[in-house]
């Protein structure tokens, strides 16, 4: 099932900078009045005890690949922080152990790609695979909430962006937990390149309703394919997922959505 829409522009629209756990007090487009923050969206940050050898493949892969934000990029910069030749950015958002991110960088030697994940022995199981693949020189890694990273990247910067099975807070009273909201629409507005793509994914079915419809109200965003578990075959640069396999596992459907940053 394909869906399109135009994009409206939004004159004059308000710079957003929040941080984490703080109020933004101005809504930046049409549609909702009521403030906005941007709230811890991830359960744990540390499962089972590092080994030693553990320890220190973070401590040694942190001191290559992690995004290093002491100085302000400008946009064509952005590229050279590799160490390897990269024409384009590509931005994760909660990777768990990787295997998108490392999938990725595999299947698109052209692109250099950012992974945010604030889960230690997630970002341990991604470090041991991008070194043993040898993909220290296109991957970097923020081993934190993406926020402070959505805030240090210059804009127009980002060619593509995942956010796939985010956390899902099924309980209503923690639905402003959820990561995929117009406040995160508003940063990777600002941060995608015009006709950039942004691909979300849940099984989680009022989570992806609610992803469509922030899509739909946003300016800056257009929808432009949705397809469920059953037409998984329509997308073979979207691979599986761990938080996918589990879901099919327990018999839950996903849905899959493409948007694209407006010109
Ligand atoms: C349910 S898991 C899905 C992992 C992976 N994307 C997959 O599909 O297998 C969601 C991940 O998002 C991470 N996460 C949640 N909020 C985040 C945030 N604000 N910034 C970065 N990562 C976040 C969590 O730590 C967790 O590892």
Redesign the pocket.
């Known amino acids: 099932m394909g869906t399109s829409r135009s994009c409206g522009r939004v004159e004059g629209r308000a710079q957003l900078i929040g941080e984490a756990e703080t109020r933004v007090s101005e809504p930046s487009h049409g549609g909702s009045a009521s403030p906005e923050r941007w709230l811890?969206?991830?359960?744990r940050?540390k499962g089972r005890k590092l080994s030693q050898h553990q320890s220190e493949l973070l401590s040694r892969g942190l001191t290559t690949c992690k995004v290093d934000m002491s100085r302000q990029l400008r946009a064509e910069e952005l590229a050279g922080f590799f160490s390897e030749l990269v024409s384009e950015v590509w931005l994760?958002?909660?990777?768990?152990?990787g295997?998108?991110l490392i999938w990725q960088a595999e299947q698109n030697p052209h692109a250099g790609l950012i992974g945010?994940?604030?889960?230690v022995n997630?970002v341990v199981a991604a470090l041991s695979t991008l070194e043993a693949r040898g993909l220290g020189g296109r991957i970097k890694i923020h081993p934190?909430?993406?926020?402070s990273l959505l805030n240090w990247l210059p804009e127009a910067s980002l060619s593509r962006a995942f956010v796939?099975?985010?956390?899902?807070w099924p309980k209503k009273r923690h639905r402003e937990r959820r990561?995929f909201s117009p406040l995160l629409l508003e940063k990777l507005g600002r941060l995608l390149r015009p006709g950039a793509e942004l691909r979300f994914?849940s099984d989680i079915a009022d989570y992806a309703e609610a992803a469509m419809e922030h899509a739909n109200a946003h300016p800056d965003f257009e929808v432009v394919q949705i397809f469920t578990s059953a037409d998984r075959s329509s997308a073979p640069d979207w691979p599986v997922?761990?938080?996918?396999q589990k879901a099919s596992k327990e018999g839950r459907s996903s849905t899959f959505i493409s948007m694209r940053r407006c010109v």
């Open positions: 811890r969206s991830y359960g940050r994760e958002i909660g990777f768990g152990a295997e998108h945010a994940e604030p889960y997630g934190e909430d993406a926020i796939l099975f985010p956390d899902p990561v994914a997922t761990r938080y996918e």
